[in-house]
């Protein structure tokens, strides 16, 4: 029978200066859907013709939809290579995220350290929102990783 990797002779699957890149699509479909979802009523999410009058000429995606989308494109990169736990979140509302835009969420590795006491190690990370040049959100995160396995029980 296989033993389950233990966190003292795992090497987490990341290194400093990777790179995580996913696309993110906000349509005024899913601006609409996640803003009503979330009880978030502001006109600016939901009507199109009172968001053309304001100073950001249409439809914006709310900053608890940019955020949600941020953090589910870590973990997307994340879950298939190991268990995670997210300790810490961090972002700066740089700019309105318009709809009808495909943005990227990009995630950089800064520090890997071991934390026996955790049974794991924590991976640090930079992100960023952006669209060519523009950086819509910015931040950071901090996140336990373990093996797989680690989080089951053994009998």
Known sequence: MNQPASPDNWTPPFTVGEVLVSPV???PESIRQFATQVGDFNPLHHDLA?????RFGG???SGAHTTAMMLGSLAQHVTPRCASLGLECTFRL???VPADTT???EWTVTAVT???SWNGHTVALDAVLRRDDVRFITGGMLILVMPTDAQIPQA
Request: net charge positive; charged share 30%; aromatic share 10%.
């Open 25 to 27: 699509e906000f349509t």
């Open 50 to 54: 009172t968001a053309k009058k304001s």
């Open 59 to 61: 439809l914006i995606a």
């Open 94 to 96: 740089r700019r309105a």
């Open 103 to 105: 943005v990227f969420a």
């Open 114 to 116: 071991a934390k026996p």
